[in-house]
């Protein structure tokens, strides 16, 4: 069985610039969640994405978007970097449709933005 | 948005004691809840998923689970300094979106 995989593992970025995560999911999973962890904190909830189409959104401005893929894969994009933005990245996957809602995470993406 | 609450810590216990870590949540429709242990500079780990009231054991670990109270609890027997890491307490909203507290901290000493 093939884990969560992120790319890549860790962005400097300069402010203003847009940047593109990358997620795969864990096989037998056709859903993906996305997260920002900032240091010292929970992750909080971005966005969701289930048969190519979002499907909850987090406070996040419209600055962060994105695209799930056929094969259920992901990205998360982020337009218009602000230092803020700088955290680690997560992915999750999971199945929906079924009884087990557990969230299985990627190892991150870490972006530091300058 | 709905709060869930941890004590941020640290807390220390002697290796072989139990360890203690508890959580509030403000959602009283919440169904599921999750524990996730993240070491440090690494991703959140899954660790229990509890979705009834009462105990839930696997291996060293026990969740607990109190609707009524809007409490959550996780139990580790035989602590090892291996276990030493912050602990996240999620629980799931409407649309599975997970809500994670801040983290516990816990430090297992040798």
């Not at chain 2, 998923?49 to 809007?70: M, V, W």
């Amino acid at each position: 069985e093939t884990g969560v995989t992120q790319s890549p593992t860790h962005l400097i970025k300069t402010r203003g610039q847009q940047v593109t995560l990358r997620c795969s999911s864990q096989s037998g999973h056709n859903t993906v969640s996305w997260y920002q962890q900032a240091l010292g904190q929970g992750p909080q909830f971005i966005f969701q994405y289930y048969r190519e189409e979002e499907n909850g959104r987090g406070n996040f401005p419209p600055r962060f978007s994105g695209l799930q893929f056929p094969n259920y894969s992901s990205e998360l994009n982020v337009n218009a970097l602000e230092l803020d933005d700088s955290a680690l990245y997560l992915c999750a996957s999971s199945l929906s449709g079924s009884s087990n809602y557990e969230q299985y995470f990627g190892p991150g993406t870490r972006l530091t933005v300058t | 948005q709905k709060e869930v609450e941890q004590n941020s810590g640290p807390l220390s216990v002697p290796e072989g004691a139990i360890a203690s870590l508890n959580c509030t949540y403000s959602d009283r429709v919440s169904q599921s809840f999750f524990w996730y242990r993240q070491y440090s500079g690494k991703s959140p780990e899954l660790i229990m998923s509890i979705y009834s009231n009462g105990d839930k054991e696997d291996g060293r670990f026990t969740a607990q689970l109190n609707k009524a109270s809007q409490y959550v609890s996780l139990l580790i027997r035989d602590s090892q300094p291996s276990d030493s890491a912050t602990y996240l307490c999620a629980v799931m909203e409407y649309g599975n979106k997970l809500v994670f507290g801040a983290g516990t901290i816990l430090r297992v000493k040798s």
